[in-house]
Antibody, heavy 124, light 108 residues
Framework: EVRLEESGGGLVQPGGSLRLSCATF????????MDWVRQAPGKGLEWVGRIRDRAGAYTTEYAASVKGRFTISRDDSKRSLFLQMNSLKTDDTAVYYC???????????????WGQGTLVTVSS | EVVLTQSPGILSLSPGERATLSCRAS??????LAWYQQRPGQAPRLLIYAASARATGIPDRFTGSGSGTDFTLTISRLEPEDFAVYSCQQYGSSPPLTFGGGTKVEMK
């Protein structure tokens, strides 16, 4: 059974940094695009960004709201995904999910697999 | 960026009743639309993709329809486990992928 597990959330002051991790299990990680999606308290889901697989040259894309502040990376040898968040703002407070697709054709489009999320709180 | 508007925000129904949820896109996404269910404290679960195809293991009481800018998710007879938040997501014009604000189906 595919499982995704996020970690690294917590309380951080505005302007601070935090690094989230997502460990994957039973996922053919190296063949999968990996995304981050967040959900602010009481709000809808918001796509944060994506990193493609090796065939996609590990290219990344970001939402306008985080571009230049957040960086997505991956370590295929450890089947892990990362989100480096810098210059954090109070608006970045949310549960952060890592997510990925099922079949090849749904890469970058659909999310069949989700972690349980990790809460990031940006507050002074 | 494609904006998805879901209505109603809250739907109060009883078990066994029919639920009809709407998702409207600010521009055509063809049939590149998905629906997710999110129970309290849980991650979203993919229900419907390509506007009308059920994901693996999704019961046939869930039906998706629509194309272009107007989409509907219908739950034919609500079961107790169906009371949750439902979100639509488009992948016809990305990046960015965008989600609707969600419809909460609550028990009357």
């Amino acid at each position: 059974e595919v499982r995704l597990e996020e970690s690294g959330g917590g309380l951080v002051q505005p302007g601070g940094s935090l690094r989230l991790s997502c460990a994957t299990f039973e996922l053919s990680f190296s063949d999968h695009y990996m995304d981050w999606v967040r959900q602010a308290p009481g709000k809808g889901l918001e796509w944060v960004g994506r990193i493609r697989d090796r065939a996609g040259a590990y290219t990344t894309e970001y939402a306008a709201s985080v571009k230049g502040r957040f960086t997505i990376s991956r370590d295929d040898s450890k089947r892990s995904l990362f989100l480096q968040m810098n210059s954090l703002k109070t608006d970045d407070t949310a549960v952060y999910y890592c997510a990925s697709h099922g079949g090849l054709l749904s890469a970058g489009k659909l999310f069949d697999f989700w972690g349980q999320g990790t809460l990031v709180t940006v507050s002074s | 960026e494609v904006v998805l508007t879901q209505s109603p925000g809250i739907l109060s129904l009883s078990p066994g009743e029919r639920a009809t949820l709407s998702c409207r896109a600010s521009q055509s996404v063809s049939t590149n639309l998905a629906w997710y269910q999110q129970r309290p404290g849980q991650a979203p679960r993919l229900l419907i993709y390509a506007a009308s195809a059920r994901a693996t293991g999704i019961p046939d009481r869930f039906t998706g329809s629509g194309s272009g800018t107007d989409f509907t998710l219908t739950i034919s007879r609500l079961e107790p486990e169906d009371f949750a938040v439902y979100s639509c997501q488009q992948y016809g014009s990305s990046p960015p992928l965008t989600f609707g604000g969600g419809t909460k189906v609550e028990m009357k």
